[in-house]
């Protein structure tokens, strides 16, 4: 039986482990987080839900259609109206949160969490994958879904260098950070509907209101998306300050009375900024290795979808031959 490692339970880990199973790969994914999804992130606070990653997608290619269509079916994914937010085309969340989606896509799969990956070794036989824990893992193959300056660090970490068409590839791929603010009310919120706007002035890009979104109904709560630039600038700093610092600049819409609690999460690599142009990289080891996720090819949830896909049919295709 064929055999992967997958290093990352994102959306491109997902697909791809997915895609293998169904071909009869014995697959294991590896993942450094308590839960699976990256930046498909929902956290609880207190007694409600706040999505604080991605906060929707949108669908272009067939074969992401055919899932969402399965996922609508089942109640994981909802459509959400954005005209009034001035988003034209349909957008797509997880029905209780972004995290539903990759909760549904894991089940059935080998998936150990809280294992970082530290050392890759391996020789023309296989491939091993040794953790933070101690553990040890074996297979054929490797596919790497983690952001490319991770992918590079675990690389160079291992002594494995990379020629340097697929190092310049690879350190090409950069990313926009994000602080995420994640605020418990009250009170309703006051954002205007459909509880999404978008702002990108005074270091906030976007605010949303969970609770119109749909998946907050017992409590509400407001995600804050800071710019870029705002992120770059309190990366490294007082996190619950640079948090107060943009929900100062809300306070019509959210009253500083209404907030009971709130947290920040830091995201180093939230939006892929300057992507390799194809769906994956394959780079030369003894064993086969790819390289994917949304640093690759369309970017965002559906390129991470269509980057798995790919990886995955490489693999299968590369031992029918």
Not at 116 to 130: F, K, P, W
Not at 134 to 159: E, M, V, Y
Not at 194 to 218: H, R, S, W
């Amino acid at each position: 039986m064929n055999s992967c490692i997958i290093i990352g339970a994102g959306m491109a880990g997902l697909t791809a482990a997915r895609e293998l199973t169904n071909y009869g790969w014995e697959v294991t994914i590896l993942d450094k987080g308590r839960g699976v999804g990256g930046r498909m992130a929902t956290r609880r606070i207190d007694h409600t839900r706040a999505d604080h990653g991605a906060q929707y997608f949108s669908v272009r290619t067939p074969e992401f259609r055919q899932l969402l269509d399965q996922l609508t079916a089942e109640g994981i994914a909802e459509a959400w109206d954005l005209s009034e937010a001035g988003i034209e085309y349909p957008r797509y969340f997880g029905a209780q949160g972004m995290s539903t989606i990759p909760k549904y896509l894991a089940q059935g799969l080998n998936i150990a969490l809280q294992e970082r990956a530290i050392l890759i070794e391996g020789d023309e036989a296989s491939c091993r994958v040794t953790t933070e824990s101690g553990n040890t893992f074996r297979a054929d193959a490797l596919l790497l879904t983690i952001p490319a300056p991770q992918a590079l660090t675990l690389l160079g970490d291992s002594d494995l260098n990379l020629p340097e068409a697929e190092q310049g590839a690879l350190q090409a791929i950069t990313y926009q950070p994000c602080l995420a603010v994640i605020a418990l009310l009250n009170q309703p919120s006051r954002i205007p509907a459909p509880g999404m706007q978008i702002l990108e002035t005074g270091g906030i890009e976007k605010v949303i209101d969970n609770q119109q979104k749909g998946i907050a109904p017992e409590q509400a709560t407001v995600t804050i998306h800071a710019t870029p630039a705002f992120s770059v600038e309190h990366l490294e700093g007082d996190l619950r300050a640079a948090g107060q610092k943009l929900l100062d600049q809300l306070t019509e819409w959210v009253p500083a009375e209404s907030v009971t609690e709130y947290q920040v999460h830091r995201w180093r690599y939230s939006l892929a900024e300057v992507r390799h142009p194809e769906g994956y990289l394959e780079v030369p080891m003894p064993f086969p290795t790819l390289l994917g996720g949304d640093g690759f090819g369309m970017g965002n949830v559906e390129g991470a979808f269509q980057s798995g896909r790919q990886m995955a049919r490489a693999l299968i295709e590369g031992t029918n031959t």
